[in-house]
């Protein structure tokens, strides 16, 4: 059996721009992408903590250390500056690998810093 689950997630990173006038999707800092092990064209989820939005996109690659979140095209309408949100990233696992599972947690500041890089915050819940 395979199951859908948590592969990797930026918590609370702050929208820096959101241009509706780009053909879509999330631009993301490199940085951040490395460390949440996201890959450009890859699907995510992403949800506005401070509007209770929650939307699909994919990602493209934004320069590395200027810490951008900006939401494109039509996702723009869904986010504003400054909002916070959750970029969720998703993989399939066989029910045999589950156990071995660590989702990656990546955490920001205010500044889209990271704060933290942890595999074990969610992790500890699946067991």
Known sequence: MVFEMLYSK?????????NL?????????????NAAKLRVGQKVDIVNINNGERFSTY???????????CLN?????KVQKDDKIIIIAYTSI???EIEQHK?????????????????????????
Not at 10 to 18: F, L, P, Q, S
Not at 59 to 69: H, M, T
Not at 73 to 77: C, H, L
Not at 103 to 127: F, T, W
């Open 94 to 96: 066989d029910s045999k």
């Open 103 to 127: 989702p990656l947690v990546v955490l920001l500041n205010n500044e889209n810093n990271i704060e933290l890089i942890d595999d074990k915050l969610i992790a500890e819940e699946y067991n």
């Open 10 to 18: 930026i918590h609370r990173a702050t929208v820096t721009d959101a």
């Open 21 to 33: 006038n780009y053909v879509g999707s999330i631009t993301i800092d490199e940085e951040l992408m």
């Open 59 to 69: 990602v493209i690659k934004g320069k590395a250390g200027n810490r951008d979140i």
């Open 73 to 77: 095209g039509a996702a723009a309408r």
